[in-house]
């Protein structure tokens, strides 16, 4: 199972292998020894790709579940204050994962000498089950009710431009003026021709015209900053130039409310120590963190 798994998260054969310091051909011979154990096709082999059948990603589910209740046992028989051990994986929007995921990465690796992470930084929600990922970062509201959620704070969604633009083409009086300026938008994430501004029952959905389309964020806001026009971003993703003056929010009195963020994981009674220390910890830096109050 856990071969099976390995190569599974690591879509190859090789790469299982050096991750389990065993040879190529042991970890296809035990994948092979499992299927015809079982009489079903696990993985799909061609010459240039490796993929989960159907009922490889059944099994794949199952054996997730088994191997964490086998290391709480041995948790458990090691005593609770066993030092955490293995490979644990996460997923979070990419600046903010790279902002403040990072960070408590680097401290629990610190912490824990015996574990190694896996980050996968991705600006679109990510299933924690297919991608056979063990903690994940959300920002919104999360209707998937089978994960577990810890709310650690929130943003909101402004929009934003520089002080120079701002000076030369007037600030906006009405989200319908906003199709009178220049207008910068990214397609990281869900991106959508309308920006939804105001509360409930005053929502406002305006549709927009970009003259500038980035496929990131940190594009976007640069071109903001550097006096191009007006983007829209998440509070935390331009707290330093807000501060510093180099950017200005724009009709505030539309901010829509305020975005939860929660740190999510799978829905496991026991959830292994490697887990549990790593949302400790990070839940307590963000809670901490005046940007994401």
């Given at each position: 199972?856990?071969?099976?798994?390995?190569?599974?998260?690591?879509?190859?054969?090789?790469?299982?292998?050096r991750?389990?310091?065993?040879?190529?051909?042991?970890?296809?011979?035990?994948?092979?020894?499992?299927?015809?154990?079982?009489?079903?096709?696990?993985?799909?082999?061609?010459?240039?790709?490796?993929?989960?059948?159907?009922?490889?990603?059944?099994?794949?589910h199952?054996?997730?579940?088994?191997?964490?209740?086998?290391?709480?046992?041995?948790?458990?028989?090691?005593?609770?204050?066993?030092?955490?051990?293995?490979?644990?994986?996460?997923?979070?929007?990419?600046?903010?994962?790279?902002?403040?995921?990072?960070?408590?990465?680097?401290?629990?690796?610190?912490r824990?000498?015996?574990?190694?992470?896996?980050?996968?930084?991705?600006?679109?929600?990510?299933?924690?089950?297919?991608?056979?990922l063990?903690?994940?970062?959300?920002?919104?509201?999360?209707?998937?009710?089978?994960?577990?959620?810890?709310?650690?704070?929130?943003?909101?969604?402004?929009?934003?431009?520089?002080?120079d633009?701002?000076?030369?083409?007037?600030?906006?009086?009405?989200?319908?003026?906003?199709?009178?300026?220049?207008?910068?938008?990214s397609?990281?994430?869900?991106?959508?021709?309308?920006?939804?501004?105001?509360?409930?029952?005053?929502?406002?959905?305006?549709?927009?015209?970009?003259?500038?389309?980035?496929?990131?964020?940190?594009?976007?806001?640069?071109?903001?900053?550097?006096?191009?026009?007006?983007?829209?971003?998440?509070?935390?993703?331009?707290?330093?130039?807000?501060?510093?003056?180099?950017?200005?929010?724009?009709?505030?009195?539309?901010?829509?409310?305020?975005?939860?963020?929660?740190?999510?994981?799978?829905?496991?009674?026991?959830?292994?120590?490697?887990?549990?220390?790593?949302?400790?910890?990070?839940?307590?830096?963000?809670?901490?963190?005046?940007?994401?109050?």
């Open positions: 199972m856990r071969v099976f798994v390995a190569v599974a998260d690591d879509a190859g054969f090789a790469a299982a292998a991750r389990l310091g065993m040879s190529a051909p042991a970890v296809t011979r035990a994948v092979a020894s499992l299927e015809d154990e079982l009489g079903v096709k696990l993985i799909k082999r061609t010459t240039r790709h490796l993929r989960v059948t159907e009922a490889g990603f059944r099994y794949l199952d054996a997730r579940r088994i191997l964490d209740e086998v290391s709480a046992a041995d948790e458990a028989a090691a005593g609770l204050d066993a030092s955490p051990r293995g490979r644990l994986a996460i997923t979070a929007p990419v600046m903010f994962g790279r902002m403040f995921v990072l960070p408590g990465v680097v401290d629990y690796l610190r824990y000498p015996q574990m190694q992470v896996d980050t996968l930084f991705l600006d679109r929600v990510v299933s924690l089950l297919e991608e056979g063990d903690v994940g970062i959300r920002i919104g509201e999360i209707p998937d009710s089978s994960m577990r959620a810890i709310k650690v704070g929130q943003v909101r969604m402004l929009l934003v431009a520089a002080p633009y701002l000076d030369q083409h007037g600030n906006p009086g009405s989200p319908e003026e906003l199709s009178q300026h220049c207008l910068i938008a397609r990281a994430g869900n991106f959508s021709s309308h920006w939804r501004l105001g509360h409930r029952g005053d929502e406002r959905h305006i549709r927009i015209t970009p003259r500038l389309t980035t496929t990131t964020n940190d594009a976007a806001i640069s071109a903001a900053t550097q006096g191009l026009g007006i983007t829209r971003a998440i509070s935390y993703q331009v707290g330093a130039e807000l501060a510093a003056g180099a950017l200005q929010p724009v009709l505030t009195s539309y901010t829509p409310a305020p975005l939860p963020i929660h740190i999510v994981h799978r829905d496991d009674r026991n959830p292994p120590a490697k887990v549990r220390a790593f949302i400790d910890l990070l839940a307590q830096r963000l809670k901490s963190d005046p940007a994401l109050q």
